[in-house]
């Protein structure tokens, strides 16, 4: 990585583009010019990076062909607005939206797993970083769908409320700050109490029951495992926590594997750390950790192809960030 890289970085004025900003330095990536890009009318008034304060440009007027790679971690709008824009001026974009997730011409990539479709990046110069919950998951899966085939995915999936940004870890400490104080809460976020409670729908209902979020998630599933008979049942509850995304996990195997094996074939999983204590909670194990912790793994002991094991990860980080400096990684080691 000797060559510098132009960065031009969408959306550094919330969570996950500040948490990427700092990966960049944390992780040495060789960033020659960065531009921080917001709209306008923005109130953001810039970052440090470097050991110094870089202002933001409008996104309005940038030249995309200044960059060698974009990241866009902001709203879906920008997205909508400037992904496709950027990658026409020549510039490759990474995108943590969710608007590219289930166009099959846009490769959906975690490292890890399927690095091989970046060589293909120059078709579109556009490549989708999987939603949060669908990149822990999958570090999980593949390698038990490879081992034994994977049949259905029961999942709970407990969402912090930092998968809303800034404005979400905002509002539950300013609602629980009310709260302790007798005060009345305000839901601006949320629909609803998001302190010290649980919201189980996260999303409006599409016809049949199922939220946007839900739907898109087995079409990730299913792309990443390239596999389209495995079946996902998912269930969202947003959680008055932080920080780390939390999955209970219940799956069936096609073939019936044992939990010793099991926990070996995982153990040797790139991105995935195998606990054997029982008490892995967002904070003590998922917090600014970039790696996927899988504990609790167990034999259902109804059915010989039934396995159950809890899954956490920083939801900025693997979920987010940490999946696209990894991709870029990637690019300009193998292929820029």
């Known amino acids: 990585m000797s060559q510098l890289y132009d960065i031009a970085l969408v959306g550094a004025d919330d969570l996950v583009g500040k948490t990427l900003l700092e990966l960049?330095?944390?992780?040495?990536f060789p960033v020659g010019q960065l531009y921080l890009l917001a709209p306008e009318q923005s109130d953001f008034e810039g970052l440090r990076f470097a050991g110094k304060t870089r202002a933001p440009q409008p996104i309005e007027?940038?030249?995309w062909s200044q960059a060698h790679l974009a990241f866009f971690t902001g709203s879906d709008a920008l997205s909508v607005g400037y992904a496709e824009q950027a990658a026409e001026a020549g510039c490759v974009v990474i995108d943590n939206s969710r608007i590219f997730l289930d166009q099959p011409a846009i490769p959906l990539v975690i490292p890890e797993l399927n690095a091989e479709l970046l060589a293909d990046f120059r078709s579109h110069n556009l490549i989708a970083s999987p939603a949060q919950g669908v990149t822990q998951l999958?570090?999980?899966?593949?390698p038990i769908h490879d081992e034994v085939g994977v049949e259905q995915v029961e999942l709970v999936s407990l969402q912090p409320v930092s998968g809303l940004g800034q404005a979400g870890v905002?509002?539950?400490a300013r609602q629980t700050a009310s709260l302790m104080n007798g005060r009345p809460v305000e839901p601006a976020c949320f629909g609803g109490q998001i302190a010290f409670n649980?919201?189980?729908?996260?999303?409006?209902?599409?016809?049949g029951g199922l939220s946007n979020e839900e739907r898109r998630f087995q079409v990730q599933v299913q792309r990443l495992l390239g596999d389209e008979r495995v079946r996902v049942n998912l269930s969202c509850v947003r959680v008055p926590v932080f920080f780390g995304h939390c999955q209970a996990v219940h799956l069936r195997t096609r073939f019936p594997i044992g939990v010793a094996e099991m926990?070996?074939?995982l153990a040797a999983a790139p991105g995935l750390t195998v606990e054997e204590e029982a008490s892995v909670t967002p904070v003590t194990h998922g917090s600014g950790q970039d790696s996927v912790v899988l504990s609790g793994l167990r034999q259902d002991e109804a059915d010989p192809q039934g396995l159950n094991f809890w899954l956490?990860?920083?939801?900025t980080r693997k979920g987010s960030a940490t999946n696209c400096v990894q991709i870029a990684e990637q690019l300009v080691r193998d292929y820029l």
Not at 24 to 28: Q, V
Not at 138 to 142: H, M, R, S, W
Not at 312 to 315: G, K, N, S, V
């Open 24 to 28: 960049l330095e944390e992780r040495k």
């Open 61 to 63: 007027t940038f030249d």
């Open 138 to 142: 999958l570090l999980a899966l593949k």
């Open 170 to 172: 905002d509002e539950l």
């Open 198 to 207: 649980l919201l189980p729908q996260n999303e409006p209902l599409e016809a």
């Open 263 to 265: 926990r070996a074939l």
């Open 312 to 315: 956490l990860a920083d939801d």
